[in-house]
């Protein structure tokens, strides 16, 4: 015995030295990339992302080194995923619901500031030179500058620093009576008349603006150019603007600096609201009509799906139940097909099939009965289609559940009811039903939950048209929350995008979404067995 | 009294040849309402003319034009080109890859979970159950922000790149395969786990030799479900790619719906029809694993 054992002793410490050697490599090589990331993470002022992934260089740098963390490792790649992908976006879609995140709001205001302190004005008065105008072979311009007060002269191009330059310097040419250089090598003279028609030349900066010492140049009057001047001063204490031009004041008012008489300096940028966006939906009757529908809708809609598809499922699976049944085998199979299509696909084709003008739908039905709903625009008829479609799509999978659950029924109890004088109808209603709600009853929540947020149906068959006559936003007759909020944030159709509202949606949506699946959880015992688990 | 008992069973015999008869029909019905969408799609697939508005079931133009088209070999197509071959490609590589990667991290989890025993196990266990109850399709508009931030910080998993798509579906999908799976390794006996350790296996031994061979088929099950749950996605493909060169085949499919989707329908009849025919027919070969994993808790998405 003794013997036998060593071997195999040996032989796995030869292998936990092995482990060891590829878990100190992982670990070098995890820390060096996460390293490097969150660096260009911080270096580029995405500090909530910096901070996450440090949290999992930690966690990662701790189980993979102490002993008692080995049981982690296994899940560690997992938990990370989790962390940055499921509960980091809840956190975020909280913290967006706040604020006024969005169309004119897309900037932090970090990045507003470097925008905005890079504006600049004409003076009306100050430093001005005399111009004249070159043009080169495709489009570019430069300008031949001459200091009125100092006579020094300049050669500037966009985007370039202005160098001083005097006629006869390498590739300028001799000077004109005035002083200026026949030519520039790759550009051809403007005559005054035509650099005074020219309507681009006002509009361009010469020079390289931004840094100390340096400055640009623009045309003011057909005789004038002038240097600009940086526009706003930006005072950090008081966290207020002031147009060097006017002397107008502009105070940080919800992501947008705006003065006393109501004007504003763009960009905006992103800005904590507070309550805003909630209260809005109460407040705004734009906004608080389309919501009130939508809510609604959303709660019906799942219920007439899931006890239409219910319905539909159950009843195939009791009629073709028995064992003898002919062709059992081929109607189920043949029943399935809606299951084994993806949903995308099978949407649009119905989507064809009830357009009102073309689709065979209606096309049979003007030939039948002369006559036929218009499916896209009348509302009442586009949730009646969204309905039809999603029974379609639905009761496959009912049909599925439930038949699997009618054989563990036991049929002494149909016997027992039978000798009792029961009709089937009475059988159904006293045992098949409540046994099966037992049975199925946590998968009808879940096909509740999955159809309350059922964007594919709704946004791929109608886009949750016809729209909503009044509605401020992108409000249509069969939106559900999920639908609203992608058309907020991602479809505004040229009202702008409005991640802040879109998110405050999101965050009711969370309420009710994890409310229904917390109760799911309560049926099924789920939540007390993985303590009995333990 | 013995020719009324004859009577009665044969008149049982003959209510319930009507039962059946009526209850043929019914499922005649069913039946029709059931393949009527897919049967139009495959005429409207082969019918020349491709138009919403004069297909017939039988198409009066038939031929394989709409097939050419998807080639892009028809010059009268005044469409612009169709990427439906990529389309297919980029869909068969983010939802196997993402499938292949988050089955392997959350089997290792769900070993863990179930084999071994250590402070916190129920509790993460409770919080991965808790969390999920908020699917990360609910925060689109983070989940959108937080992919943009990562491509502002390194460009190769940002928005409109497949690594980054393929990131946010594994994260969406751990939580409810580590359940899962730990279902499934909580059914094998820990007796086989019991003799590997008297041989002096260590824990990853175990894993690797004795209990994956043993989860294999249901693995197998699960990672085509899998697959073809990511292979069916269209929301968060939609939001977070945006050249079409790199979209996923339902998201180009979507795209033949906008402006004069009537004029384009047999065309997208055949790239559905070309889209749809494997994943029915894994159905119908796997009929019985998948219905056996559906009752075991998920709803088809």
């Known amino acids: 015995m003794a013997l036998a054992d060593k071997p195999k002793d040996a032989h796995s410490i030869a292998e936990s030295q092995l482990s060891k050697i590829i878990r100190v490599v992982f670990m070098i090589a995890f820390n060096a990339g996460a390293l490097w990331f969150i660096y260009q993470a911080y270096s580029k002022g995405f500090y909530q992302i910096a901070i996450l992934l440090g949290i999992i260089v930690v966690f990662f740098d701790v189980i993979f080194s102490l002993k008692k963390g080995y049981p982690f490792r296994w899940m560690a790649f997992g938990l990370a995923f989790m962390l940055v992908f499921v509960i980091y976006p809840i956190f975020f879609t909280l913290y967006i619901a706040f604020t006024n995140y969005g169309d004119g709001h897309l900037l932090t205001k970090e990045q507003a500031l470097v925008q905005i302190e890079n504006a600049t004005y004409l003076p009306a008065t100050g430093k001005s030179y005399d111009w004249t105008a070159f043009k080169s072979d495709n489009g570019e311009y430069a300008l031949w500058l001459t200091d009125r007060s100092t006579g020094e002269t300049f050669l500037a191009k966009p985007d370039e620093e202005i160098q001083a330059t005097k006629p006869g310097d390498p590739g300028v040419g001799e000077a004109d009576a005035k002083g200026v250089p026949q030519s520039i090598e790759g550009y051809t003279r403007l005559n005054t008349l035509l650099a005074a028609a020219d309507k681009q030349l006002p509009n361009i900066k010469f020079g390289l603006a931004g840094e100390e010492g340096l400055s640009t140049v623009q045309v003011r009057s057909p005789n004038e150019a002038a240097e600009l001047q940086i526009r706003y001063l930006y005072d950090k204490e008081a966290d207020t603007l002031t147009d060097q031009e006017t002397g107008r004041v502009y105070y940080d008012k919800e992501g947008i600096f705006t003065s006393t008489d109501g004007r504003t300096v763009q960009p905006g940028f992103r800005a904590n609201i507070g309550w805003k966006n909630f209260i809005n939906f109460f407040t705004s009757p734009a906004l608080r009509g389309p919501i009130v529908r939508i809510l609604i809708w959303n709660f019906i809609f799942p219920l007439i799906s899931v006890v239409s598809t219910f319905a539909l499922g159950v009843s195939i699976a009791i009629m073709y139940n028995e064992k003898d049944f002919p062709l059992k085998k081929l109607i189920r199979t043949l029943l399935l097909i809606p299951y084994t299509i993806p949903s995308v696909i099978t949407i649009l084709i119905w989507r064809g099939m009830l357009n009102s003008e073309f689709g065979v739908i209606n096309r049979i039905l003007n030939a039948v009965i002369g006559t036929a709903p218009r499916w896209t625009t009348e509302p009442i008829w586009a949730q009646i289609a969204v309905l039809i479609v999603n029974l379609w799509l639905g009761f496959p999978y009912m049909m599925l559940i439930t038949s699997g659950a009618l054989q563990s029924i036991p049929t002494d109890m149909y016997e027992a009811a039978t000798i009792d004088g029961a009709n089937s109808w009475q059988k159904f209603r006293s045992i098949t039903l409540p046994l099966l709600l037992v049975a199925v009853g946590p998968l009808l929540i879940a096909s509740y939950v999955f159809n309350f947020n059922n964007f594919g149906l709704i946004y791929l068959f109608i886009g949750g048209g016809p729209a909503i006559v009044g509605a401020s936003t992108q409000a249509g007759h069969t939106d559900i929350l999920i639908s609203y909020i992608y058309k907020l944030a991602f479809e505004s159709g040229g009202r702008g995008v409005q991640y802040g509202l879109a998110s405050a949606i999101s965050v009711v949506l969370f309420i009710l979404v994890g409310a229904m699946t917390l109760f799911q959880y309560r049926f099924t015992n789920m939540w007390e067995e993985v303590s009995e688990n333990a | ?301």
């Not at chain 2, 359940?179 to 019991?194: C, H, V």
């Not at chain 2, 968060?236 to 060169?245: F, I, K, P, Q, T």
């Open chain 2, 1 to 301: 009294m013995p020719d009324n008992t004859v009577i009665k069973k044969s008149s049982i015999k003959k209510s319930r040849r009507w039962s059946v008869a009526i209850r043929l029909i019914v499922a005649l019905l069913l039946i029709a309402f059931a393949i009527f969408p897919v049967l139009w799609m495959i005429s409207a697939s082969f019918d020349n003319s491709n138009s919403l508005a004069t297909q017939s079931l039988i198409p009066a133009n038939a031929g394989i034009a709409n097939y050419k088209r998807l080639f892009n070999k028809d010059p009268n197509f005044s469409f612009g080109e169709i990427k439906y071959w990529q389309w297919l490609l980029n869909s068969i590589k983010v939802s196997g890859i993402s499938t292949i990667l988050s089955l392997s991290i959350t089997t290792m989890a769900a070993f863990a979970f179930s084999r071994l025993r250590f402070k916190g196990r129920v509790s993460i266990l409770k919080s991965i159950l808790l969390i999920q109850a908020f699917p990360n399709l609910l925060s689109l508009v983070a989940t959108f922000a937080l992919v943009s931030n990562f491509g502002n910080i390194v460009s190769a998993i940002g928005l409109n790149t497949h690594a980054g798509l393929i990131m946010v579906y594994m994260g969406g999908s751990m939580g409810m395969n580590i359940w899962l799976m730990k279902g499934y390794l909580d059914t094998i006996p820990r007796a086989i786990d019991e003799s590997g350790m008297l041989d002096g296996a260590s824990p990853f031994e175990i894993f690797w030799h004795l209990l994956l061979p043993l989860l294999r088929p249901i693995l197998f099950v699960v990672s085509i479900l899998s697959f073809i749950g990511t292979y069916g996605d269209f929301l968060l493909a939609r939001v977070l790619l945006n050249d079409s060169s790199k979209y996923t085949l339902m998201v180009g499919l979507q795209i033949f719906t906008a402006g004069q989707f009537d004029k384009k329908w047999g065309v997208f009849a055949a790239g559905a029809l070309i889209g749809a025919v494997p994943i029915m027919l894994i159905y119908f070969f796997l009929q019985d694993q998948i219905v056996g994993g559906l009752t075991a808790g998920s709803v088809k998405g």
